[in-house]
């Protein structure tokens, strides 16, 4: 767990370190320079843990149950406890809004559901095959998968 120091900011100066912080990330344009800033900027922990709080709360706003998020992500189920806390919030919500948007999140999800049905229910989707997929799983029970 990560620890704070402490010897305390003044108010001021705590203020002062976040909005210079959240500048420099508004600052990066590509994917290339916000993974290089943050591969260099956390630890190989901070990086694990805070690139699978994202998956957490999008499977979980898309509607996957507990079980299935913590055997796909290997996480334990405080971890999904403390996101789930926290999904409805404004942030989140914004979040969610422009993910939405975005044709090439939808694809990615889709293809993960489709993943994760073949590791779950391997035998199912041989049968099925894609269209079968598609029409069962995919279709009616969009919100559930994807």
Same mark, same amino acid.
């Given at each position: 767990?990560?620890?704070?120091?402490?010897?305390?900011?003044?108010?001021?100066?705590?203020?002062?370190?976040?909005?210079?912080?959240?500048? &420099? @990330? !508004?600052?990066?344009?590509? %994917?290339?320079?916000? /993974?290089? $800033?943050?591969?260099? =900027?956390?630890?190989?922990?901070?990086?694990?843990?805070?690139?699978?709080?994202?998956?957490?709360?999008?499977?979980?706003?898309?509607?996957?149950?507990?079980?299935?998020?913590?055997?796909?992500?290997?996480?334990?189920?405080? &971890? @999904? !406890?403390?996101?789930?806390? %926290?999904?409805?919030? /404004?942030? $989140?919500?914004?979040? =969610?809004?422009?993910?939405?948007?975005?044709?090439?999140?939808?694809?990615?999800?889709?293809?993960?559901?489709?993943?994760?049905?073949?590791?779950?229910?391997?035998?199912?989707?041989?049968?099925?095959?894609?269209?079968?997929?598609?029409?069962?799983?995919?279709?009616? %029970?969009?919100?559930?998968?994807?």
């Amino acid at each position: 767990m990560t620890q704070i120091s402490k010897r305390q900011l003044g108010r001021q100066l705590e203020k002062e370190v976040y909005d210079t912080f959240w500048s &420099t @990330i !508004a600052r990066l344009t590509d %994917k290339g320079e916000v /993974e290089l $800033f943050f591969s260099e =900027f956390f630890t190989r922990n901070e990086k694990v843990n805070f690139s699978k709080r994202l998956p957490i709360a999008i499977l979980l706003y898309k509607g996957y149950d507990w079980r299935s998020i913590r055997d796909l992500l290997k996480v334990s189920e405080g &971890t @999904i !406890a403390k996101i789930a806390s %926290k999904i409805t919030t /404004e942030g $989140f919500r914004m979040f =969610f809004n422009k993910l939405e948007k975005d044709e090439k999140w939808r694809k990615f999800w889709h293809d993960l559901a489709k993943t994760y049905l073949t590791i779950t229910h391997g035998d199912k989707v041989a049968r099925l095959g894609d269209e079968g997929v598609e029409r069962i799983y995919l279709g009616k %029970k969009k919100k559930l998968l994807l």
